[in-house]
């Protein structure tokens, strides 16, 4: 199943690369499918290589790096001035 993820991951990132709206968002939604598929496919298996003493760890820290890895792709988000002394006047939203 990780292979075919794989090969459903590299399908969706090709899509992504022609130039129509419509097309990159489904190519996005393809790719969001495999990233969901790896959140299960991982922590088992890591259960199967992974000692008995460790495998809750193990899957534990699958988990956590997922939810780090979107909070920092959400933090990336955030827009930023063009010059760092321009105050941004919040006011006026």
Wanted: aromatic share 12%; charged share 10%.
């Amino acid at each position: 199943m990780i292979v075919a993820t794989n090969i459903m991951l590299m399908i969706g990132s090709g899509i992504t690369m022609i130039d129509n709206s419509v097309v990159i968002i489904i190519g996005r939604f393809i790719v969001g499918a495999a990233a969901g598929a790896y959140t299960s496919f991982v922590p088992k298996f890591a259960a199967e290589f992974a000692p008995p003493e460790y495998r809750g760890p193990f899957g534990g820290i699958n988990q956590f790096m997922c939810t780090f890895g979107i909070f920092v792709m959400s933090a990336l988000c955030i827009p930023i001035p063009n010059k760092p002394s321009q105050q941004l006047d919040y006011d006026s939203f």
